[in-house]
């Protein structure tokens, strides 16, 4: 087992900046022309940047204030800006595939992850969501990231520093797999990306505090169902909350307005449990199942804890009392 700690390293927790934007040697900066195609270019002092149409020099951007408009000499111009953390994590180079703004955004919001929180992160995948958590958890907190394979261990490790300008001091990443090699107690927040986060609940439901989180994010149907039936099962955590966004963007010119014809629709589901205290069962799931969605061999009855084997509903239980429990609720 290796490990990678930036805890050691003095460097800044953010990508570097000057004051007003100023754009300076080493920066990265994003080239978007009329047609909105991005080009992304690391200045350097003396270099050139060649294009379809023409060519810029670099010294032309460096020391100047992001926003601007430079004209390459094919006539194009070109708007400059320093490229967002969603440009960033879509156009990083991959060795997984990454996590999407969409459910980074999900996953930092709906995960309660919060400036000072301790983390722990597996796979680290292209480290496009570890940029996120970092954001998120700030030089206060920390995230401990774990990765089976050394490769992509390797590619995350250089998108981010590539990101915040060197390695980050809340950042630890570790080659290996999370349930064999997890050191981290008392976590805040758990963040699994991950084939089978099933398989490794136990040991994710001792590193939790009371009250804590977990948050599973996978692509399938069939392992949404597995995760949440697992986090059920396991008798640690309070109901899951199984989910996915869409992200539709719209035509907006003159009357043209509509809906754009392609859209970001399934990338993953996401499922979040809170850590019950230890000793703890929770109350009976007072829901009606749809018919059938239970083996006709299950009791007739409500089943304590986190036990799924409800398949009736009492008479004296109403459509209001159903629903006690779910997110609508």
């Known amino acids: 087992m290796t490990e990678s700690t930036a805890a050691e390293s003095s460097a800044a927790a953010a990508q570097p900046r000057t004051p007003h934007g100023i754009l300076r040697d080493g920066d990265q900066v994003q080239l978007t022309d009329p047609k909105g195609r991005i080009n ?20 032309e951007i460096i020391g100047r204030p992001e926003g601007i408009v ?4 094919g006539g194009i111009d070109y708007l400059i800006f320093r490229p967002l953390l969603q440009d960033f994590a879509v ?46 958890v700030g030089e206060h907190g920390s995230l401990s990231s774990y990765e089976r394979r050394e490769d992509f261990a390797e590619v995350a490790r250089k998108n981010v520093e590539k990101f915040f300008g ?12 999370v349930e064999d ?6 976590v805040d927040r758990i963040v699994l990306d991950m084939l089978a986060p099933w398989e490794c609940l136990d040991a994710m439901a001792k590193a939790l505090v009371p009250g804590g989180l977990i948050c599973c994010y996978v692509a399938t149907t069939t392992q949404m169902s597995r995760v949440v039936e697992g986090l059920r099962e396991q008798g640690s955590f309070a109901e899951p909350y199984a989910f996915e966004t869409l992200v539709r963007s719209w035509h907006v010119e003159g009357l043209a307005v509509r809906p754009d014809h392609r859209m970001i629709g399934h990338t993953g589901f996401l499922v979040t449990a809170r850590r019950l205290a230890d000793g703890v069962t929770p109350p009976l799931r007072r829901r009606r199942p749809a018919k059938g969605a239970y083996p006709e061999t299950a009791p007739a009855e409500l089943t304590p804890g986190n036990d799924n084997t409800v398949v009736t509903t ?16």
């Open 40 to 59: 992304t270019l690391t200045l350097q002092a003396g270099k050139q940047w060649h294009g379809h149409k023409g060519w810029i020099q670099h010294d």
């Open 70 to 73: 430079v004209r390459s000499t």
């Open 314 to 329: 009492p008479p004296d239980v109403t459509e209001s009392e159903s629903l006690i429990g779910s997110p609508e609720a």
């Open 166 to 177: 060197g390695p980050h001091p809340s950042w630890k990443l570790t080659v290996g797999s």
């Open 91 to 136: 156009r990083m180079p991959r060795g997984a595939a990454v996590v999407y703004p969409k459910d980074a955004g999900q996953i930092v919001a709906m995960a309660d992850i919060f400036p000072g929180a301790k983390v722990v992160e597996a796979g680290a995948g292209s480290g496009a969501l570890s940029c996120f958590l970092l954001r998120a």
């Open 181 to 186: 090699a997890i050191a981290e107690t008392e």
